[in-house]
């Protein structure tokens, strides 16, 4: 039987206790508010409009990801005499990690947490398989055929610009995200881990964003 720890608050801090229970397992985040009011902030969000919170969270860290590669490749390009910002293009990004890649995330990671209550290093190796290996190219087509069409106006992507993009985009995937999600998985809890992995997405969006403009302007239409 799992015993219920309390938070209790002083005069100095404010009780900011998110309790989640998958299976009898209980998640409790506590945050003074002298030390950590961004976070005790972040918290209360978390428990009164949770889909909401990890929505503009991820919908800023994706458009900011692709706001810093149009800035990083301008910068680089020898004939790029004016740097231009594509708002439209990073409000696509912002879009997609909003309404797309945030609700997706916060169902999945509660899913997998009832799934594999254990602690152990099995329970871990088979979220992070099932993460990366079932889930994460669902996401990662969608995701593509959204921006796409985003793009050009509901036209989707050619099923051949897919099937040459998604294989390379998986294998670059996997290397950054089998072991950062099993870090994220292991020692964040559950409220916070769409948090911990946006903080990865950062620099995710960033490759995603130079990846994709290949693509973006192979896929322009010729009869314009």
């Not at 030390?35 to 009164?48: D, F, H």
């Not at 800023?60 to 004016?82: E, K, P, Y």
Request: charged content about 15%; aromatic content about 12%; hydrophobic content about 40%.
């Amino acid at each position: 039987m799992s015993s219920t720890l309390c938070c209790v608050a002083r005069t100095t801090s404010i009780r900011c206790s998110i309790r989640i229970s998958h299976r009898h397992r209980y998640y409790y985040v506590s945050t003074k508010k002298t030390s950590q009011p961004a976070l005790a902030w972040y918290s209360k969000r978390l428990e009164t409009h949770p889909l909401l919170t990890k929505g503009v969270t991820s919908g800023l860290i994706a458009g900011a990801g692709d706001f810093l590669c149009q800035m990083i490749v301008q910068q680089n390009d020898a004939s790029t005499a004016t740097i231009r910002w594509d708002h439209f293009r990073t409000g696509r990004f912002a879009f997609l990690g909003a309404a797309l890649v945030a609700p997706a995330c916060h169902y999945w990671y509660a899913a997998l947490a009832s799934w594999f209550t254990a602690p152990t290093t099995i329970a871990l190796v088979q979220r992070v398989a099932l993460d990366q290996f079932v889930f994460t190219p669902g996401i990662l087509v969608s995701w593509l055929t959204c921006l796409w069409a985003l793009e050009h106006e509901g036209r989707p992507p050619k099923l051949s610009t897919l099937t040459e993009s998604v294989p390379g985009l998986l294998v670059s995937n996997w290397m950054l995200w089998i072991p950062a999600q099993s870090i994220n998985f292991r020692f964040t809890p559950v409220p916070y881990q769409v948090l911990g992995s946006n903080v990865i997405s950062l620099v995710w969006n960033t490759y995603l964003s130079y990846r994709t403009r290949r693509q973006t302007r192979e896929n322009e239409p010729t009869n314009k």
